[in-house]
């Protein structure tokens, strides 16, 4: 039997190779962009019903009812980064910016006239900038605390970003919506509502540390282990449209590095997924490694060295899920993966080392998304 995902590769390959050139003549008005994107999945009416029928169905806009936003900004944010974890692909490099702008109205023709939400006035929303808020944030996940200093920073592209911040770290990614509180005025009273639906839950919502000593340490260690750094954060910063978050990576009471680090989305021609920019200075020679990802669940871990300055590796999770990993680094990266999980050695003796780890959390049908991603990553 043909794989739904096979079809839809096919179909989408063979779209978007024949696409750009009709695209450079004029921009397309919305009807047009929908009638050969989109159609293929969401349907000609917009019912969800296209040719492709997939296991997780594409939404039907005839209801309304749109989780990531109804609003002409929101959804052209979704349709630009597309939706991780599911077969919706982002187009960002497909459509200009008035093109997306055009497919979102005309999505939102599809469906009944929407009513503002009654909370609306307790809504904080991304705009042209990123927003930055602090404050309690509820359990992420059944069976896992709430955290009282937390830290939720929304990207224009419509991505929210769930940080724990003592001991900072990211648990989760979300997108849609950016956040609400009862009261933005108490001070640090309500509890913080992130709006947005998870996109990528780290590790069951309690990540272990990203920045440790030794790999092999790691195997035993949870938050608390003694190799792990812990990571204090120390300020924020939104600079040209990117929203900056600066640490320190500590042993005992000295600093022995600063991280800054920031998200966008990011997404290959078939896979959604975002992205983390890390730049990380030394202020010693301490033994240090960054682990994008914990040891692996489901089954045989696969990676593939692109150059010398990239790395792909793909971390199942059960029959056929799983989460894949794309390092990148202006210089030679030391990258690893084994049962101890993925990770990418800092250099000794460098003051600063750059680099990004892009993350496609990928649906059922993983093992056919991974086989995409490689075309398209490899040279
Ligand atoms: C490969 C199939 C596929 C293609 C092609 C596709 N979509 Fe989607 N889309 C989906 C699926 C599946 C979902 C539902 C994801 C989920 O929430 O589980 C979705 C969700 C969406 C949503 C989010 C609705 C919400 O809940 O807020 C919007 C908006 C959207 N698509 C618009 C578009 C537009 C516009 C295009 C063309 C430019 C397009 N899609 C092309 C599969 C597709």
Sequence with gaps: MLNPWTSI???LTATLVTLPAV??????????????????????????????????PARSFREGGFSFGNTKEAISRTVAAGIGGTPMPGFAAMLSDAELEAVAEYVITFGPKQPESPDAAMRLIVGRRPQVVR??????????????????????????????????????????EFVSREDWKGRGGAPLKPLGRIVHLREGG??????????????????????????????TEILDRRAWVESEVMEGETSIATVRESGEAFSLSTVAGYRRTFQVERHADNALHFFASSSPLGGELESVLIDSEGFLCFVPTGEDAGTAYLFQARTALDCTASDHGVSVKIPVGKVSTDFTVTVFPLPVGANESWEQIKKEVMP
């Design 9 to 11: 590769r096919m179909l």
């Design 23 to 56: 695209a450079q003549e004029r921009g397309r008005s919305g009807e047009e962009v929908y009638k050969q994107l989109c159609a293929v999945c969401h349907g000609d009416n917009g019912d969800g019903k296209g040719l492709i029928q997939l296991d997780r």
């Design 135 to 176: 404050g309690y944030l509820p359990s992420i996940a059944s069976g896992k605390k709430g955290h009282p200093r937390g830290l939720l920073v929304g990207t224009v592209d419509g991505l929210s970003w769930e940080y724990a911040a003592d001991d900072l770290r990211l648990l989760a990614v979300r997108q849609g």
């Design 206 to 235: 309690e990540p272990t540390a990203e920045f440790v000593e030794t790999p092999s340490a790691r195997l035993s260690s949870r938050v608390m282990h003694p190799t792990a750094y812990r990571r204090v954060l120390k300020a």
